[in-house]
């Protein structure tokens, strides 16, 4: 895998989306956001991201019941939760259902990078 990593974000706050965009502008990173999980399920088939950012209210629906519904797929991509309305229990069920890594709300550029880039690592491996 080249350093090139194929990204979707599922925000649905296009000034968020930019703004995450924006932290990654200086990396090679192929970044894709959507602001509804039915536009992420209808581009996950052509997209196949490496990663999956995903906000969890999203306006139709939670996005908790879309990683559990990605967990499913053979090729699943990592996916990384990230909410401005976290809790710890709410981060330990991402995990348990197999999200990488859980992000609260505000983040800054460089913990979204190590995030990224831990993931796009275990992807290597």
Known sequence: MSDSV??????DSPSLAEVYKAYLADTD??????E??????????AFRPDIVLLDIE???????????????REDAP???????HGTSEMAVDAI???AFDFLTKPFDAARLKVTLGNAASQLRL
């Not at 999203?58 to 499913?72: E, K, R, S, V």
């Not at 990592?78 to 401005?84: G, Q």
């Open 29 to 34: 990173h192929q970044v894709f956001a959507l």
């Open 78 to 84: 990592r996916v990384i939760v990230m909410t401005a």
């Open 6 to 11: 194929k990204i979707l974000m599922i925000e």
């Open 96 to 98: 348990r259902l197999g």
């Open 36 to 45: 509804t999980l039915g536009r992420a399920h209808a581009t996950l088939g």
């Open 58 to 72: 999203l306006p139709d629906g939670n996005g908790m019941d879309f990683l559990a519904d990605l967990q499913g």
